[in-house]
């Protein structure tokens, strides 16, 4: 008899409570202020829910800020109509309890004052009007110069309000941020700690971006993103330095246009047969500009991956053919005067290297002549044979790498000389 007395008391108390609950609203720092602020002054409350019972309560496109939430009745702190909670997005409140954290983001809500359960649904894309891409790595961040506003330059497409694009876009060294309605405003602004993906924060710290171009993709309702390289987005590429000639702008390079362009047929992998380098450092320069991420340096020879803005490649002296791909930025610097393999048991040089004399012999043919040249083209030496063996005299000449060229009745070889 206590029991079911203790429970008619409970029930009458639920339904007198809600007798008295004329009208609910969801207040805090996370929902624009606490009533009696400067922007929420009341008297009633500004995000006011709904019901058709008195029971079951409900807001929809609600913007939250990072802060603290707590429904409240009656536009009063009167109890028992003010409840807190300790979980985010959902659960169950208490009556004058802390405020609920929030995130920031647009929201669905839901709140029943017999149960006290309470539920913010995510909406997608909710108030979000456009995004972009901004930063330091983007051309700069908005308001300074370069990049005014009032519309964000790198602004994304998209068909659904959700998935935003943005192709070919060049990032330089530094950090990025998606920003949203050309805006700062909470909470249209997400940054990151992962790249080239990863989940966005809402006012999260910038993401470290690598310089390159990309196809950039961001969802709006899971904050995920993806910058995929796509390209170096350079219109041409060459390559420079003291290895090869001279560094862009010193004599023998004077410029405008750099001395050893590069060709291309996709503007990925890009080509440069025959050229002569000399010992020294060597990186490939975009657009003939150092302007980033348009220059290209390495720690290996004659292959590698190149880094952005790294030191210069050292070079070995000889005659290469050349190519790099300015997406995964892997280059490689071929021999481009090792004996043709076809010839390679037609003549045989002894000693090489050597200090005195280079030794030439014929399998089969009468040697006609032989040119030496340096490796910068210039004639040397220059015999003609016309036997099966031969001799030059290397002792006048400096330490370094030679190329000879032979002519014989039936076969020709270039070859690779070494003096020491």
Same mark, same amino acid.
């Given at each position: ?172 060294? =530094?950090?990025? $941020?998606? *920003?949203? !309605?050309?805006?700062? +405003?909470?909470?249209? /602004? %997400? &940054?990151?700690?992962?790249? @080239? #993906? ?81 010992? =020294?450092?060597? $990186?490939? *320069?975009? !657009?003939?500009?150092? +302007?980033?991420?348009? /220059? %290209? &340096?390495?720690?290996?020879? @004659? #292959? ?117």
């Amino acid at each position: 008899m206590k029991k079911i007395t203790f429970l008619m008391l409970c029930l009458l108390t639920v339904a007198f409570a809600n007798a008295q609950l004329n009208s609910v609203a969801i207040v805090g720092d996370g929902a624009g202020g606490w009533p009696g602020e400067a922007g929420n002054p009341g008297p009633a409350d500004v995000h006011q829910m709904t019901s058709t019972d008195n029971i079951h309560w409900s807001i929809s496109n609600l913007t939250l800020t990072s802060g603290s939430v707590k429904f409240r009745g009656n536009n009063s702190w009167d109890l028992p109509y003010n409840w807190g909670g300790s979980a985010f997005p959902s659960g169950t409140a208490n009556v004058d309890g802390n405020g609920i954290t929030s995130i920031a983001g647009t929201y669905n809500v839901t709140f029943n004052s017999n149960t006290f359960a309470y539920n913010f649904v995510l909406v997608t894309g909710g108030g979000l009007a456009s995004v972009a891409l901004v930063g330091d790595g983007a051309g700069g961040w908005p308001g300074e110069a370069g990049n005014p506003g009032p519309t964000d330059l790198h602004q994304m497409g998209t068909v659904d309000g959700v998935n935003w694009t943005l192709n070919n876009v060049s990032l330089t060294v =530094g950090s990025v $941020k998606f *920003r949203g !309605n050309n805006s700062w +405003d909470l909470p249209y /602004n %997400w &940054g990151g700690s992962a790249f @080239p #993906s990863g989940t966005g924060t809402v006012d999260g710290p910038g993401i470290t971006s690598t310089a390159g171009q990309y196809n950039v993709t961001f969802n709006s309702t899971t904050f995920a993103y993806n910058f995929q390289l796509v390209g170096s987005g350079a219109s041409s590429i060459a390559i420079v330095g003291d290895g090869a000639g001279g560094w862009p702008g010193e004599a023998g390079n004077p410029g405008p246009v750099d001395i050893h362009q590069m060709t291309s047929a996709d503007g990925i992998n890009w080509t440069l047969n025959n050229l002569t380098l000399t010992d =020294g450092s060597v $990186k490939f *320069r975009g !657009n003939n500009s150092w +302007d980033l991420p348009y /220059n %290209w &340096g390495g720690s290996t020879f @004659p #292959s590698g991956t190149a880094v952005v803005d790294a030191n210069g490649m050292t070079s070995v002296a000889g005659v290469y053919n050349v190519t790099f791909n300015s997406v995964t930025r892997v280059y490689n610097f071929d021999d481009a005067l090792s004996i043709d393999e076809q010839n390679a048991s037609v003549f045989k040089i002894y000693p090489n290297p050597t200090e005195n004399v280079w030794n030439f012999t014929s399998a089969a043919s009468v040697i006609e002549h032989i040119e030496v040249v340096d490796i910068l083209g210039k004639t040397v030496a220059m015999v003609k044979p016309n036997m099966v063996n031969a001799q030059v005299d290397a002792s006048h000449l400096s330490n370094g790498i030679y190329i000879a060229k032979v002519v014989a009745n039936d076969a020709t070889a270039t070859i690779r000389l070494v003096k020491k």
